[in-house]
């Protein structure tokens, strides 16, 4: 079984930054897609950006520019760096580790992010 777990959410008025980070333990054997998603108030998770085991990478069209994921293999990590951020960005952010032998996924717990001013 894979574990994750995030850290990195909190306040930040607009225009500001913030880096999420997601952690896996556990059986890690295998090789993964590496995501995060976010999901607002009364609204559906939507993915936020992806990046692939030999580190391409996907965006939603709002975040084109002002986020970057990156991965670090050795530690079994994902990273989300967010800039200028929005107060329409404000959601639970979720990572999701993807196996690409069988498709099955993995969720963290998910982390709150919140731009206000």
């Known amino acids: 079984q894979v574990q994750l777990v995030e850290s990195g959410g909190g306040l930040v008025q607009p225009g500001g930054s913030l880096r999420l980070s997601c952690a896996a333990s556990?059986?890690?054997?295998?090789?993964?897609?590496m995501g995060w998603y976010r999901q607002a108030p009364g609204k559906e998770r939507d993915r936020v950006a992806m990046v692939t085991a030999i580190g391409l990478t996907t965006y939603a069209d709002s975040v084109k520019g002002r986020f970057t994921i990156s991965r670090d293999n050795a530690k079994n990590t994902v990273y989300l760096q967010m800039n200028s951020l929005k107060p329409e960005d404000t959601a639970v952010y979720y990572c999701?580790?993807?196996?690409?032998?069988?498709?099955?996924?993995?969720w963290g717990q998910g982390t709150q992010v919140t731009v206000s001013s």
């Open positions: 556990g059986s890690i054997f295998s090789i993964y897609a």
């Open positions: 999701n580790f993807k196996r690409y032998s069988d498709n099955v996924e993995f």
